[in-house]
């Protein structure tokens, strides 16, 4: 019972210092806000539409009104329904892809930076060549050739993201190492697996934590070119990149509001999470603020 | 100096091995993706005989490392096979729409590093003033917006409302042909025919998918050259520069000059990043360029297209990431190597 009562102090503890660190920055207050209305139009975003997001009706091309708010494409779909489902797509490939990433690349960093002498460098090396592939482009030909479908698009994202976390990860490592209580570990006699597992993995994670959010921007960004060039995520399925592809030759003719809403909450979106990703960089190392 | 011809010596004994390993990193990918090449070109209804002709006929039914053989012969050569779309050598359409690419991307990049550096280093003199902080909100706002999302916008803006720009579609209007081909970028080859009609429309076209590429891009260099100057601008030297007296404009100077690696990096590393979105603006413009020939080789699976492509793109790549430790070599004389 005291166990339990202890861990709830600290809790409330933690939470009255993350309010007190919101309430300070207004900003990240804002991004953290933003990041929260995405995850939950992620889950209830399609329950919660006025109109089915998928389904046609007979109000084509209708300017924004009452009834529909940010008015009808072509097919009479609800483009405000739409923009609010599209987070459950979105959303949930940047996440998934994040996450894949990160699982593939955290263990690649680690041992490409615990590695001593050439066996390292060389998986660096590899590495490198890689950052010469144009990644959109190798996500265009992946998916185009693989299949369109929302599942590969979070393999290849996942795949493309996973490099940038082997560096980051093996740099920090580089520098962990060096530290004096990686050296007392090693004195006190535990083995090197037992060194890289507890002590230097968990210390090098923080610039991982920080580029997550800032990564499910990024994949969000991506899918959102890869459906405009109509290589991503299919038509009647809500997905920003799409719906601005569908609304891009309106535009000339007058009917604005088919591409500017979904592409202004793409931009709301990815702010959000790089707001918040900057409020995560100072609250892992306060000396930074 | 000795130090520099080592570090030349050594990155160019590594191209051999990086262009081997990308070239197959390319060709393996490109070739092991699922989708038939032979039946992408025939459709789904030829008769098998002539599919196993034509399949026979572009080496495809040898084993695969024989094809990367054969590959990389006709590569040293200068052949990357053909276009089936075009019906060219893919070298010939390559060659033929880089230009196009290479005028946007110069023109942009251009613009994004003069306004990025110049406003980087003004607003990192004053930190937290009125400057500062709409280049911060900058910042962020052009790295969330996607970069076709930006160039429809401009075209919104710009054509459909304010009426100010040609039509976004192609490098000229209808009424304007192309100059006589020297450089292939319009804007030089008017020049050189004096024909002065068609610099006026070839700039205006080029206008607004160039300030597109430049909006998205300034805001990462502005954030660089901002956190870099504020970085050096609190460093030891700097200070001493101070108490000897120096004025604010040679402070200045002498801490730019110090921030100038990391900016010159930074253009080289996004080059690959910029590849893409050169695709997506083009894709809006209809620009005829590099990137949407790429995009019209994937959707209609033109294999030996992409796969030059590729080659060209990771090679350029390469060779600037290869320029940069060079001139990091002669700009740092710390670095050690």
């Known amino acids: ?289 | 100096m000795k130090r520099v011809a080592s570090v030349v010596f050594t990155r160019c004994l590594l191209i051999v091995p990086q262009v081997l390993g990308l070239s197959a990193l390319i060709f393996f990918l490109v070739r092991l993706l699922p989708g038939d090449p032979v039946i992408a070109r025939l459709g789904g209804h030829a008769p098998a005989l002539t599919i196993d002709n034509l399949r026979h006929q572009l080496g495809l039914d040898l084993p695969l490392h024989i094809q990367y053989i054969h590959y990389m012969k006709d590569l040293l050569r200068g052949d990357l096979g053909d276009s089936w779309t075009t019906a060219q050598p893919v070298i010939e359409d390559l060659k033929m729409r880089l230009p196009a690419t290479l005028e946007l991307m110069f023109l942009g990049m251009g613009i994004a590093l003069m306004v990025g550096v110049i406003i980087g280093v003004i607003s990192a003199g004053r930190p937290g003033g009125l400057l500062d902080r709409s280049t911060i909100f900058y910042t962020l706002l052009a790295g969330a917006l996607p970069e076709f999302y930006i160039g429809i916008i401009m075209v919104f803006l710009f054509y459909v409302v304010w009426g100010l720009a040609p039509h976004p579609a192609g490098r000229l209007g209808l009424a304007s042909l192309p100059p006589p081909r020297i450089t292939g970028m319009y804007l030089i080859d008017s020049v050189i025919a004096g024909q002065w009609d068609t610099f006026r429309d070839a700039l205006g076209h080029l206008i607004l998918p160039v300030f597109t590429l430049a909006f998205w891009q300034t805001g990462a260099i502005m954030k660089m050259t901002r956190s870099t100057m504020l970085q050096i601008l609190d460093s030891d030297f700097i200070n001493y520069g101070r108490l000897v007296g120096l004025k604010p404009a040679i402070i200045r100077r002498y801490a730019l000059r110090n921030a100038l690696p990391p900016i010159i990096g930074l253009t080289v590393t996004i080059f690959a990043v910029l590849l893409g979105g050169i695709v997506l603006i083009e894709q809006v413009f209809s620009w005829g360029g590099l990137g949407q020939y790429s995009v019209e080789a994937v959707t209609s699976s033109d294999y030996e297209a992409i796969t030059g492509f590729l080659m060209l793109a990771s090679t350029i790549s390469l060779l600037l990431f290869i320029m940069l430790d060079i001139a990091n070599a002669i700009i740092d004389p710390r670095l050690e190597l």
């Not at chain 1, 995405?38 to 975003?45: D, I, K, R, S």
């Not at chain 1, 329950?47 to 009808?72: C, M, R």
């Not at chain 1, 991506?222 to 920003?240: D, H, K, M, N, Y």
Request: charged residues 15%; glycine residues 8%.
């Open chain 1, 1 to 289: 019972m005291n166990q339990v009562k202890r861990v709830f102090r600290g809790f409330r503890k933690e939470a009255t210092y993350l309010i007190g660190f919101y309430k300070e920055r207004p900003l990240s207050a804002f991004g953290l806000f933003i990041s929260m209305i995405f995850v939950f139009l992620a889950f209830l975003g399609p329950t919660i539409a006025p109109y089915n997001p998928e389904e046609a009706s007979a109000d084509f091309l209708e300017p924004p009104s009452q009834k529909h708010w940010f008015g009808t494409d072509r097919s009479g779909l609800d483009v405000f329904s739409r923009t609010i489902s599209a987070p459950r797509i979105d959303f949930t490939i940047g996440l998934v892809a994040t996450t894949l990433a990160v699982l593939a690349g955290v263990p690649m960093g680690v041992i490409a930076g615990f590695l001593p002498g050439w066996r390292g460098s060389t998986i660096s090396r590899a590495f490198d060549v890689l950052n010469c592939l144009p990644p959109f482009i190798v996500a265009m030909c992946l998916v185009a050739f693989a299949g369109q479908s929302i599942l590969n698009v979070i393999i290849v994202l996942a795949l493309l993201n996973a490099p940038l976390f082997v560096r980051l990860v093996r740099s920090k490592v580089h520098s962990v190492k060096q530290r004096k209580f990686i050296e007392s570990a090693t004195c006190l006699g535990n083995s090197q697996t037992r060194v890289m597992l507890h002590h230097v993995l968990p210390n090098s994670l923080e610039p991982v934590l920080v580029q997550f959010p800032v990564n499910v921007g990024w994949a969000i960004l991506t899918t959102a070119g890869l459906s405009f060039i109509g290589a991503g995520v299919r038509a009647p399925t809500p997905e920003w990149g799409s719906m601005i592809s569908i609304g891009a030759p309106l535009l000339i003719t007058g009917q604005w509001w088919v591409a500017i809403f979904p592409g202004i909450a793409v931009g709301i979106c990815v702010l959000g999470l790089a707001l918040f990703a900057s409020s995560l960089e100072i609250l892992l190392d306060p000396t930074r603020g």
